[in-house]
């Protein structure tokens, strides 16, 4: 009986062996590939130049393995010219770009003034010159050097309400820059040269449909400025405001010109100013061919009757809509 529990004994501890072994191999399996452990390393091809035969240049690099990202890529590299050594790597930036062409700088040239650009050479003072150029051209734009002493401002001119004044050159090449500028801009509104007086408008011109009136230079002004002005400006609704007519009532719609018309007579104004009779004119019907709305004079307010006033007007022509609008309320 002991020896058969030892045999179970012994089987347990076995199966437990394996079982731990073969754990621990799929786990190993699992953190070599996570490690990328199954690609293999670079293996490149030989540098080729960009430019000539030696200096800066590519190489392409290959890898294999089942647990590789890219397995092609381009690398730069360097190309040693003679008498230099393949590890003469120093003074070149991690892209690969050449460190080692140091120039002279020479001074700027004076500004084209067509090109608006001036221009300087730098010379090669250290540096392989296979692979360095001997000599650079840089150009650039001119700074304005053209200065200018501001002369005063001009007189404000009325009729173009404009100012001016004159810049002459101070320093600068006379040959690039104008010698004198004129420089103008509008009168500032309130500080204007010439300043004036309103006079009243004349009564409207009925043969023009115009009023005039005349501006009187304020004192204190520019003696250049004119010492009056007109002004004349269209009557508003091309009807002078101090003449009154009295209109007879509407006459029937005419059924050919679809229209209806009043006759008004100058009952206040000057004679000589005013029209002495007035026609006015309506169409007999609205937008959708409603009737329109025609009215006698309104009437007085009545006396306050719980707490409201009321006028009316007699409703010569038009249906129950206008029957509302000859009625006026107002509280009292």
Not at 17 to 35: M, Q, Y
Request: overall charge positive; glycine content about 10%.
């Amino acid at each position: 009986m002991e020896y058969k529990w030892i045999i179970s004994f012994l089987f347990l501890i076995v199966v437990q062996c394996v079982l731990s072994a073969e754990l621990h191999g799929l786990r190993s399996e699992r953190a070599s590939k996570k490690k990328g452990k199954d690609c293999n390393p670079w293996v490149f091809e030989e540098c080729k130049a960009k430019k000539g035969n030696c200096g800066e240049g590519k190489k392409l690099g290959r890898r294999t393995g089942a647990d590789c990202g890219k397995t092609e890529k381009v690398f730069p590299c360097t190309v040693p010219c003679d008498g230099e050594s393949p590890s003469s790597n120093q003074g070149k930036n991690k892209r690969g770009g050449d460190k080692t062409c140091k120039y002279t700088r020479g001074d700027w040239s004076s500004c084209d003034p067509v090109t608006n650009m001036k221009k300087r050479i730098l010379t090669l003072r250290k540096g392989n010159p296979n692979t360095c150029e001997r000599e650079k051209t840089l150009t650039k734009s001119c700074r304005s050097v053209c200065k200018y002493t501001r002369g005063d401002w001009s007189n404000c001119d009325a009729t173009t309400n404009q100012k001016s004044r004159t810049l002459t050159l101070r320093k600068g090449d006379p040959n690039s820059c104008e010698k004198e500028k004129v420089i103008t801009k509008s009168c500032k509104r309130g500080h204007a040269a010439c300043q004036y007086e309103k006079g009243e408008w004349s009564p409207c011109d009925a043969s023009t449909k115009t009023k005039q009136r005349t501006l009187t230079l304020k004192d204190g002004s520019d003696a250049s400025c004119p010492a009056t002005k007109p002004q004349t400006r269209e009557c508003k609704g091309g009807e002078n405001k101090d003449c009154k007519y009295s209109y007879g009532d509407w006459s029937a719609c005419n059924p050919s010109s679809n229209m209806r018309s009043k006759t008004g007579k100058l009952e206040k104004g000057d004679s000589s100013v005013c029209e002495p009779t007035k026609v006015v004119t309506k169409n007999c019907s609205i937008k959708g061919g409603k009737d329109r709305c025609f009215f006698g004079q309104w009437g007085e307010y009545s006396d306050c009757q719980n707490g409201v006033r009321k006028k009316q007007r007699e409703l010569k022509f038009g249906g129950a809509d206008c029957q509302k609008r000859a009625v006026k309320t107002k509280p009292c």
